[in-house]
């Protein structure tokens, strides 16, 4: 998908965006599709109002697409007899304009297939916190980033999953969307190490979404080792992993988002990195990974100086550790088995012993959850007053000074 193709779609979107705002309403999301069907519906004269007529809908096709903020504007002025269901652009393709994925999908089936919306078993349109936005998480196929993506679409958000591990990606997106009783979640195979990779994902997200509202970078490798142990080689993947990939995540993305601004002034998104309370304070015989975390609260409080000019918010989470997730309780690659092997823990003998010596360092004797840190992303996103910052979640573990 060509750059073009990112700004039509994102000028559809805030156009409507603009006219709903307004009227105090949330976000709209997009289905788009580009295919011969969809061209030749926004080239023919009568083709749409037929389409739409057949389906029960309402639409509207502007002439050009070329120039977003052209289209924004013509996107507005449409919805002056209130918000069209369906927007065909000549030359471009056909976006259906909704609440939610679901619906968006729905509506673009039917208009391009001519047939009435059936209601029964669809998802209702979106409520929550987060109704309307959509949110890319880096990492989203297990771990942290999964339980953040369902926990964001409990919140009414359209989650992509960006994952290498293409495999338990999908399976991540398949059972979010049997969760939410609708097609929320799209798996889209990103490399945060690949800045091409980044592009296209993003690209990827804009035109099955619509845009892109709240970067989650939340994507990270550990590979712990003494001075004398860890390779140059697990340095440089840590380093590249947890620190440059930051970088390119917030390259890929912020083209999108200050083209959102640009065509809707006054709007705020988010870029939220998943740190670490290892980005606070020095980890032992853990540095690649402690340095790594470091190093992206600098690009953080650096990114949030350059961006707050675009209505961009750039913060960190600093997460303690979370203890049943994969990284810490897989039976053969998990820290626990781990330290229990190399005898990381003093008179540690049984598993039990090492989950016990490393809640013993929680005040609140726990592990951080995606729901903890989840919250703390809804506090960054509603929060219009702070940028630049790093919040731990560490149930006391960790304290600013
Ligand atoms: N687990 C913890 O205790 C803990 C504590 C504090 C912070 N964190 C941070 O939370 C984030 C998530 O950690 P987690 O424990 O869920 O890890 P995890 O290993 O369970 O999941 C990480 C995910 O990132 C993906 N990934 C790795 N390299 C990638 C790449 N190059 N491109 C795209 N995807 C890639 C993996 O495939 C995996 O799905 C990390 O940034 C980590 O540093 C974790």
């Known amino acids: 998908m060509s750059n073009l193709d990112t700004a039509w779609i994102t000028g559809i979107r805030m156009g409507v965006c603009r006219v709903r705002r307004r009227a105090g309403q949330l976000p709209v999301v997009l289905a788009v599709d580009t295919g011969p069907k969809a061209l030749d519906l926004a080239a023919r004269a009568g083709a749409l109002p037929d389409a739409c007529r057949k389906a029960g809908l309402r639409g509207v096709t502007v002439p050009d697409g070329s120039n977003p903020v052209v289209l924004a504007g013509a996107v507005e002025s449409a919805c002056a007899g209130g918000i069209p269901d369906v927007v065909a652009v000549t030359g471009c393709g056909v976006a259906a304009v909704a609440d939610g994925p679901e619906t968006a999908r729905l509506r673009l089936k039917a208009c391009l297939e001519g047939v009435a919306i059936e209601p029964k078993g669809t998802r209702p349109l979106s409520a929550g916190r987060l109704a309307g936005q959509v949110v890319l998480v880096t990492g989203g196929a297990q771990g942290f980033g999964k339980g953040i993506a369902e926990s964001l679409i409990r919140e009414g958000a359209a989650v992509v999953v960006a994952d290498l591990n293409e495999a338990i990606g999908v399976q991540t997106a398949d059972e979010l969307n049997r969760m939410a009783g609708g097609a929320v979640a799209r798996f889209v195979r990103m490399d945060v190490t690949s800045l091409a990779s980044l592009e296209t994902g993003v690209a990827e997200t804009v035109r099955v979404f ?156 726990r592990g951080c959850s995606p729901l903890d840190v989840t919250r703390a992303i809804l506090y960054l996103h509603e929060q219009e007053y702070e940028t630049g910052q790093a919040l731990p979640v560490t149930g006391g573990q960790v304290m600013m000074n």
């Open 210 to 365: 619509g845009g892109l509202d709240i970067l989650v970078a939340n994507a990270g490798v550990l590979k712990a080792g003494s001075i004398e142990e860890l390779d140059e080689r697990a340095f440089d993947l840590v380093t590249a992993v947890n620190y440059k990939a930051y970088f390119l995540c917030v390259r890929a993305a912020v083209p999108v988002m200050k083209l959102q601004r640009a065509l809707c002034p006054g709007i705020w998104m988010d870029v939220v990195q998943i740190n670490s309370k290892s980005g606070l304070e020095g980890s032992n015989k853990n540095f690649a990974y402690a340095g790594s975390k470091f190093g992206g609260i600098g690009l953080t409080q650096s990114f949030a100086l350059e961006l707050v000019e675009y209505g961009i918010k750039v913060n960190s989470i600093c997460p303690g550790n979370y203890y049943e997730g994969p990284l810490w309780s897989d039976p053969e690659k998990g820290l626990f088995v781990q330290y229990l092997r190399t005898g990381k823990v003093p008179g540690a003998k049984t598993i039990d012993d090492v989950k016990a010596f490393y809640m013993g360092k929680v005040p609140m004797r």
